[in-house]
């Protein structure tokens, strides 16, 4: 069975840190790109990161230098390491993979999705 499988959320404070774990199973994530999507309530989905086949990675300007996307190839996944987190945050995140590096307004035309993980910053 092909799917992606996201861990990690919580609840957090202001100011604290997560990290985020995508994990493949039933294909090599590494052939893929991969992307972290957020979307919290009431709101549109947001691309947030995003790791291309090459390594190559890009960030929503909304994270930009507190987000830290990397892969663990000996785990098959990809992690995504929040930081200095804030309530704007909050919001359940998805991955996704697909052969493509694609741009974030194209989510839509990633191949495969997870379940979500729920991500609260709250005191």
């Known amino acids: 069975q092909l799917q992606l499988v996201e861990s990690g959320g919580g609840l957090v404070q202001p100011g604290g840190s997560l990290r985020l774990d995508c994990a493949a199973s039933?294909?090599?994530?590494?052939?893929?790109?991969v992307g972290w999507f957020r979307q919290a309530p009431g709101k549109g989905r947001e691309g947030v990161s995003a790791?291309?086949?090459?390594?190559?990675?890009k960030y929503s300007d909304s994270v930009k230098g507190r987000f830290t996307i990397s892969r663990d190839n000996t785990r098959n996944g990809v992690y995504l390491q929040m930081n200095s987190l804030k309530p704007e945050d909050t919001a359940v995140y998805y991955c996704?993979?697909?052969?493509?590096?694609?741009?974030?307004?194209?989510?839509?035309?990633?191949?495969?999705w997870g379940q979500g993980t729920q991500v609260t910053v709250s005191s």
């Open positions: 996704a993979a697909d052969r493509y590096f694609l741009p974030f307004r194209a989510g839509e035309r990633y191949e495969f």
């Open positions: 039933g294909f090599a994530l590494d052939d893929y790109a």
């Open positions: 790791i291309s086949r090459g390594d190559i990675t």
